[in-house]
């Protein structure tokens, strides 16, 4: 299995709503992330998780939370959010994040979120 | 900080046209650099990759890239697209120091292969 696995894959939600976004692989990867990617844009990180501990967080706004269950899970709980978060959520994987040569970061095909 | 850089932000060729992206980074160290691919609807996905050694690397489908230091550049190159080819193509960019936590992308070059 070489999947990283999002859902929802669509998810439309008004601005007092609160929702989550899930992440799943079983590739016994350690490091997992968060991207956030409007429209004609480039994948921006949000957030990395490394042995299940928040290594990374790119100033991301406290309406994003990120939560790492266990070393297969990742979860993006949304409250309160704004139109302009509106963007593809994608999550990501590898092995250690710590870049050797035959690590590979495997992309998941993301959350198409709307915020109304 | 790194970044990168990548001059076309649209590219229409042809089926059989040969194709070249151009990808440029700052960086003064040791780099990493990959091309990712993005087709429509689907997920991001590796082409190729250099970490050391050949500094011309293939990828799949066809795809090669050339690492050249001292124009601080690694463009993907393929002599003969096809019009399942067209996608949005990313350059990105690591330390090895820092590893995917700080990998960079730019800003993607949008592919149109007309049959």
């Known amino acids: 299995d070489t999947e990283v696995t999002q859902t929802p894959k669509h998810l439309v939600m008004g601005m007092t709503n609160k929702k989550s976004l899930k992440c799943e692989q079983h590739?016994?990867?350690?490091?997992m992330y968060w991207y956030k990617q409007k429209a004609k844009k480039p994948p921006e990180l949000m957030f990395v998780?490394?042995?299940?501990?928040?290594?990374i967080n790119e100033s991301v706004p406290s309406r994003f939370s990120p939560e790492c269950p266990n070393s297969s899970l990742l979860n993006l709980h949304l409250h309160a959010l704004q139109p302009e978060d509106s963007a593809l959520y994608l999550c990501?994987?590898?092995?250690?994040?710590?870049?050797?040569?035959?690590?590979?970061?495997?992309f998941g095909s993301g959350t198409q979120l709307s915020v109304l | 900080a790194q970044s990168v850089s990548q001059h076309n932000h649209h590219v229409i060729l042809s089926e059989a046209a040969s194709l070249e992206l151009g990808c440029n980074y700052s960086?003064?160290?040791?780099?990493?650099l990959f091309w990712y691919v993005q087709y429509p609807g689907q997920h991001l996905q590796l082409l190729l990759k250099?970490?050391?050694?050949?500094?011309l690397v293939k990828g799949i489908k066809g795809f090669e890239a050339e690492f050249i230091k001292s124009k601080f550049s690694f463009n993907l190159r393929k002599p003969s697209v096809q019009w399942s080819d067209t996608a949005e193509y990313f350059c990105?960019?690591?330390?090895?120091?820092?590893?995917?936590?700080?990998?960079?992308f730019g800003t993607g070059t949008r592919l149109l292969v007309s049959p």
């Open positions: 590739m016994g990867h350690r490091a």
């Open positions: 998780y490394s042995y299940e501990k928040l290594s």
């Open positions: 250099y970490f050391s050694g050949d500094p």
């Open positions: 990105a960019v690591m330390s090895p120091n820092t590893g995917f936590q700080k990998l960079v």
């Open positions: 990501a994987s590898s092995q250690t994040g710590q870049g050797e040569a035959n690590e590979k970061l495997f």
């Open positions: 960086y003064g160290g040791t780099v990493n």
